[in-house]
């Protein structure tokens, strides 16, 4: 069973920067790709960003080049570099990996693995 530790949230204002990190607990190859999701107080889980190990990396439209994700294939880490962060950006975030190939990385559902999360809060 792999787990996976996200790290890096926390109290900032808005316009800063922040730098999530997650770290899974074993290297395993049969991730095939890991993302980012995360939930305000009342409100959905949310699809933030992932990334494929085979290259391909995806953002959610709310992200508008604020966001970048990078990772490393072989140690399972992923990161998520955000900038410009305002309140609405105010959430859990969390980390998961993914074990089949073709399912679709923006939904919740194709991630078989999840961290905990970490609260990142934006105050103006």
């Known amino acids: 069973q792999v787990q996976l530790v996200e790290s890096g949230g926390g109290l900032v204002q808005a316009g800063d920067s922040l730098k999530l990190s997650c770290a899974a607990s074993e290297r395993t190859f049969s991730i095939y790709g890991m993302g980012w999701f995360r939930q305000a107080p009342g409100k959905e889980r949310e699809f933030v960003g992932a990334?494929?190990?085979?290259?391909?990396?995806y953002y959610a439209d709310f992200v508008k080049g604020r966001f970048t994700i990078s990772g490393d294939s072989v140690q399972n880490t992923l990161c998520l570099r955000m900038n410009s962060l305002n309140t609405e950006d105010t959430a859990v975030y969390c980390c998961?990996?993914?074990?089949?190939?073709?399912?679709?990385?923006?939904?919740?559902?194709?991630?078989?693995?999840w961290g905990q999360g970490t609260q990142v809060t934006v105050s103006s």
């Open positions: 990334i494929r190990w085979s290259g391909r990396i």
């Open positions: 998961a990996a993914r074990t089949r190939p073709g399912t679709n990385p923006s939904v919740a559902e194709s991630y078989d693995y």
